[in-house]
C-alpha cells in the first residue's frame, strides 16, 4: 500500500481501536459464555424404573394404564397397554408446564394454557403444537427399566417427518418409530 | 422608623447571623436567601439535589392536568421500591429450601414484615400502571415529538427494564404461581429463532435444550437453584443499576430540553 492510504497515523489509528474493540469483544463473549454453567445439580436425567411386572396391567376394557408414580420426581408416566411400556415426558410441549392426568377422563389436561393430551400423548385441544415427548427405555441385566428422558426424549420435530399442525396424531411412520424399542419396552404379562 | 427589639429577639438575630456565618451552612446552602430570579436559578444550579430539576419551568408544566405527575409517581415508587426491597433483602434467602419460608417468615414473623412486603408489592404493581399512564400522556401530549425522541426511546427501554424488574420479582416468593409463571416466561426465550431450542433454525449451531439462550437466562434446564440466584441478582442489583444509570439520563434529558408545552 502506498504512503496516501495507509499513513503512519492512520495504522496506529486502527491498530488502536482495532485492539480495543477486539478486547471488548472478547470481553462480550467471556461474560455470554459465563452465563452457561459447566455443571449442573439438577435430578438425572436416567433413573432406575423397576422391573415391568411392577407396572399394573389393562384389565378387560382397559386400553392402558398410567402409573404416575415417577411424575413427582421424574416429570415421567409410565404407561402399559398390551403391547408393552412407554413413557411420557411430563413437561407439556406449549410452554412447559406439568400436565394433570384425569382417570376418569382419561386424558391429560395442562393446567397453564389448557392442553388436553391423550394417553398416547398427542394433543387433542388446546395451544399444544406436538404430542409430549417420550422417554426411552432399556432393560438393565437385572431386568430393571432404565428410563432416560435426555434432551426430554424423542419429538415429533425430531423425526424428521412431514409436520402437519392442523392434524396432529402420530402418523404411521412415526408410529414405526415410537412404538419400536428404544421408546418403547414389548412386554406381555 | 426605628424598630424597638426585644432581647429575645437580639438574641435570635445573633444565632442566626453566627448560622448564617458558618462555613457549613455557607457550604450546604451557597447562595442566600434566594430573593432574586438570578438566585432562585443559582440555587437549582449549585445544588446536588436540586439540579437535576430545572432552573425555569414554564407555567404550563405545573399544572396538574397536563402531566398528571406520572413520571414523577413512577421515581417515587421506584425509591420506595428500592427502601423497601433493601430492607427485604435482610431477610430473604434466595435458596429453594429457604425462599418460600423466608416470605413466610417475612408475613408473619417480622416485626412490620407483612407491612414491608406489601408495600413492595404494591408499589411494584403501582409502577407498572403509573409508567404505562406516564407513556400514554406523553404519547398523547405529543412529548415523544423532535427534540424528545431520544428520551422517548429511553422511556421505552425503562418501560421493558420494569417489566423485566417485575418478572424476575415474580419467582422470588418460590410459590406455585410465581414458579409456572416463569417456567412460561422463560420456555417463550426457547422459541427465540436460532438461538432457542424450539426456534426455528436452532439446527443451524446446534442448539439444544442445555446450550440456547433460555439456559443462560436459567441456568440450567428447568426452573431451580440457578434461576432462583440469577432472578434474584437480576432483580436486586443488575436490572435496578441499569434501570437507574438510564434514568439519570432521562431525567437529565428532561432538563435540557425543558417541558414540553401544551397541545
Not at chain 2, 427465540?192 to 431450542?197: E, S
Given at each position: 500500500?502506498?504512503?496516501?492510504?495507509?499513513?503512519?497515523?492512520?495504522?496506529?489509528?486502527?491498530?488502536?481501536?482495532?485492539?480495543?474493540?477486539?478486547?471488548?469483544?472478547?470481553?462480550?463473549?467471556?461474560?455470554?459464555?459465563?452465563?452457561?454453567?459447566?455443571?449442573?445439580?439438577?435430578?438425572?436425567?436416567?433413573?432406575?424404573?423397576?422391573?415391568?411386572?411392577?407396572?399394573?396391567?389393562?384389565?378387560?376394557?382397559?386400553?392402558?394404564?398410567?402409573?404416575?408414580?415417577?411424575?413427582?420426581?421424574?416429570?415421567?408416566?409410565?404407561?402399559?397397554?398390551?403391547?408393552?411400556?412407554?413413557?411420557?415426558?411430563?413437561?407439556c410441549t406449549h410452554l412447559?408446564?406439568?400436565?394433570?392426568?384425569?382417570?376418569?377422563?382419561?386424558?391429560?389436561?395442562?393446567?397453564?394454557?389448557?392442553s388436553?393430551?391423550?394417553?398416547?400423548?398427542?394433543p387433542?385441544?388446546g395451544p399444544a403444537p406436538e404430542p409430549?415427548?417420550?422417554?426411552?427405555?432399556?432393560?438393565?441385566?437385572?431386568?430393571?427399566?432404565?428410563?432416560?428422558?435426555?434432551?426430554?426424549?424423542?419429538r415429533r420435530s425430531?423425526?424428521?417427518?412431514?409436520k402437519?399442525y392442523?392434524?396432529v396424531?402420530?402418523?404411521?411412520?412415526?408410529?414405526?418409530?415410537?412404538?419400536?424399542?428404544?421408546?418403547?419396552?414389548?412386554?406381555?404379562? | 422608623?426605628?424598630?424597638?427589639?426585644?432581647?429575645?429577639?437580639?438574641?435570635?438575630?445573633?444565632?442566626?447571623?453566627?448560622?448564617?456565618?458558618?462555613?457549613?451552612?455557607?457550604?450546604?446552602?451557597?447562595?442566600?436567601?434566594?430573593?432574586?430570579?438570578?438566585?432562585?436559578?443559582?440555587?437549582?444550579?449549585?445544588?446536588?439535589?436540586?439540579?437535576?430539576?430545572?432552573?425555569?419551568?414554564?407555567?404550563?408544566?405545573?399544572?396538574?392536568?397536563?402531566?398528571?405527575?406520572?413520571?414523577?409517581?413512577?421515581?417515587?415508587?421506584?425509591?420506595?421500591?428500592?427502601?423497601?426491597?433493601?430492607?427485604?433483602?435482610?431477610?430473604?434467602?434466595?435458596?429453594?429450601?429457604?425462599?418460600?419460608?423466608?416470605?413466610?417468615?417475612?408475613?408473619?414473623?417480622?416485626?412490620?414484615?407483612?407491612?414491608?412486603?406489601?408495600?413492595?408489592?404494591?408499589?411494584?404493581?403501582?409502577?407498572?400502571?403509573?409508567?404505562?399512564?406516564?407513556?400514554?400522556?406523553?404519547?398523547?401530549?405529543?412529548?415523544?415529538?423532535?427534540?424528545?425522541?431520544?428520551?422517548?426511546?429511553?422511556?421505552?427501554?425503562?418501560?421493558?427494564?420494569?417489566?423485566?424488574?417485575?418478572?424476575?420479582?415474580?419467582?422470588?416468593?418460590?410459590?406455585?404461581?410465581?414458579?409456572?409463571?416463569?417456567?412460561?416466561?422463560?420456555?417463550?426465550?426457547?422459541a427465540?429463532?436460532?438461538?432457542?431450542?424450539e426456534?426455528?433454525?436452532?439446527?443451524?449451531?446446534?442448539?439444544?435444550?442445555?446450550?440456547?439462550?433460555?439456559?443462560?437466562?436459567?441456568?440450567?434446564?428447568?426452573?431451580?437453584?440457578?434461576?432462583?440466584?440469577?432472578?434474584?441478582?437480576?432483580?436486586?442489583?443488575?436490572?435496578?443499576?441499569?434501570?437507574?444509570?438510564?434514568?439519570?439520563?432521562?431525567?437529565?434529558?428532561?432538563?435540557?430540553?425543558?417541558?414540553?408545552?401544551?397541545?
Open positions: 500500500m502506498d504512503k496516501e492510504n495507509l499513513s503512519r497515523r492512520r495504522f496506529f489509528n486502527l491498530v488502536g481501536w482495532g485492539s480495543i474493540a477486539a478486547l471488548l469483544g472478547g470481553v462480550g463473549a467471556a461474560t455470554a459464555k459465563f452465563f452457561y454453567p459447566g455443571v449442573l445439580y439438577e435430578p438425572r436425567a436416567t433413573f432406575n424404573a423397576g422391573k415391568p411386572s411392577d407396572y399394573v396391567a389393562p384389565q378387560a376394557g382397559e386400553t392402558v394404564v398410567v402409573d404416575e408414580r415417577w411424575k413427582k420426581n421424574q416429570r415421567v408416566w409410565l404407561l402399559r397397554n398390551r403391547e408393552g411400556i412407554y413413557g411420557l415426558t411430563g413437561v412447559g408446564c406439568t400436565p394433570n392426568w384425569f382417570p376418569s377422563e382419561h386424558l391429560f389436561k395442562c393446567p397453564c394454557h389448557g388436553v393430551y391423550n394417553p398416547e400423548g398427542e387433542i385441544a409430549l415427548y417420550r422417554p426411552k427405555i432399556a432393560l438393565d441385566p437385572a431386568g430393571n427399566m432404565i428410563v432416560s428422558t435426555g434432551l426430554l426424549g424423542i425430531n423425526l424428521q417427518t412431514t402437519k392442523k392434524d396424531y402420530w402418523h404411521e411412520d412415526e408410529k414405526a418409530v415410537i412404538f419400536k424399542a428404544p421408546f418403547f419396552l414389548a412386554y406381555k404379562a | 422608623m426605628e424598630e424597638k427589639k426585644t432581647s429575645f429577639q437580639k438574641t435570635l438575630d445573633a444565632i442566626v447571623k453566627v448560622i448564617l456565618a458558618n462555613p457549613v451552612y455557607k457550604s450546604i446552602f451557597r447562595t442566600g436567601y434566594p430573593s432574586t430570579a438570578l438566585k432562585r436559578m443559582a440555587v437549582m444550579r449549585s445544588s446536588f439535589y436540586m439540579h437535576i430539576f430545572p432552573t425555569k419551568v414554564g407555567e404550563h408544566g405545573l399544572k396538574l392536568r397536563y402531566s398528571w405527575c406520572m413520571g414523577g409517581i413512577t421515581f417515587f415508587l421506584f425509591l420506595l421500591l428500592t427502601i423497601t426491597g433493601v430492607l427485604l433483602m435482610f431477610y430473604y434467602i434466595p435458596e429453594e429450601n429457604r425462599a418460600y419460608n423466608d416470605m413466610k417468615d417475612l408475613r408473619f414473623m417480622v416485626p412490620f414484615g407483612i407491612i414491608l412486603r406489601n408495600m413492595h408489592r404494591w408499589a411494584a404493581h403501582g409502577m407498572v400502571l403509573t409508567v404505562m399512564l406516564h407513556m400514554m400522556r406523553v404519547f398523547y401530549t405529543g412529548s415523544y415529538k423532535a427534540p424528545r425522541q431520544l428520551n422517548w426511546v429511553v422511556g421505552v427501554i425503562l418501560l421493558l427494564l420494569t417489566l423485566m424488574l417485575s418478572f424476575t420479582g415474580y419467582l422470588l416468593p418460590w410459590d406455585q404461581l410465581g414458579f409456572w409463571a416463569v417456567t412460561v416466561g422463560t420456555n417463550m426465550a426457547s427465540t429463532p436460532v438461538l432457542g431450542y426456534g426455528p433454525f436452532h439446527d443451524l449451531l446446534g442448539v439444544q435444550i442445555d446450550n440456547d439462550i433460555r439456559f443462560a437466562l436459567i441456568g440450567g434446564t428447568r426452573i431451580g437453584a440457578n434461576a432462583l440466584v440469577r432472578a434474584y441478582v437480576w432483580h436486586c442489583v443488575a436490572l435496578p443499576l441499569i434501570a437507574t444509570l438510564l434514568m439519570i439520563f432521562h431525567f437529565w434529558r428532561i432538563r435540557k430540553d425543558g417541558f414540553s408545552g401544551p397541545l
